[in-house]
C-alpha cells in the first residue's frame, strides 16, 4: 500500500511542480475592492426632481341624495427624494394644482355645482419602497390650501361666488415611479383628496346674497405623469 501511494504522488508531482504561483499582487485585497459610487439603483439615489400629471376621477360632495361629477386636476410637483439604499426612500415635495370639479345636488340645496380651482398648494411627505426592477412605490401624505370659484344652479337660478372662495385640502396616496432614462421617471397612481370650503356671499342671478354655506368634495382619482431627476 505504501509503495502505491508513493508511485502515486511521483506522478502527480510533476503537475503540481508545472502550476503557476500567485505572487501576492496578483489577488484583490479587501480593501482594493471598488465599491464607493456604485449602486445598485441610480435613480433611488438622493436629489432634486420636477414632476407634471395629470390626474381625473370623481367628486362627490359629502351631503345627502348627492351625484358624483368629473374631477380633472393638473399639478406640477417640485420635489426632494432621500435615497436610503436601493430598497427604501424618503420624498418631500410641493404640489401645486389647478383644474376643476364638479358633482350635482338636490335641485333645493345647490342643484348642479362647478368649482374651478385656480390654484392649490399640498405639502406632502412619503415613504417609498423597492418593487424590484428599480421600480419604487410611494405611500404620500398632504395638506395645503385652494381657492377655487363656486358656481351653482339651485332651482333654476344661478348662484356664483364674488370672487374666489378658499378652502382646505388633504389627501393620501399610493404611486409607483417608473425610471424609464438615467433621468426621467414614469408616475402611475392612485389618490384620494378631501377638500372643505367655506362660501360667504355669492351672486344669485346677478344680486349679492349671503350664501353661508360649507361644501365638503371626496375625489378619488387616478394619476399619471413625468419627472425629471437632477
Known sequence: MQRTLLFGFALLLPHFAAAPALAAGDMLQPNEVQTTGISANPANESGFFLGAGLGFGQARSTDKDTTPGLAMLGKIEPGFQVGRGSWSRLE?????????????????????????????????????????????????????????????????????????????????GWTMVLPMTDVLDGVLGIDWHHYQFNVDDVKINGAKADYDRNVAVNVPQANLGLRVRF
Open 92 to 172: 418631500f415635495s410641493g404640489e401645486f394644482l389647478f383644474g376643476n370639479i364638479s358633482f350635482r345636488t338636490k335641485e333645493t340645496n345647490a342643484g348642479k355645482v362647478e368649482m374651478p380651482i385656480g390654484f392649490g398648494l399640498l405639502v406632502k411627505a412619503g415613504y417609498g419602497y423597492s418593487l424590484g426592477e428599480k421600480a419604487i412605490a410611494m405611500v404620500k401624505l398632504g395638506v395645503g390650501p385652494m381657492l377655487a370659484k363656486y358656481k351653482a344652479k339651485p332651482l333654476g337660478q344661478t348662484a356664483e361666488s364674488d370672487g374666489a372662495v378658499s378652502g382646505l385640502a388633504a389627501m393620501v
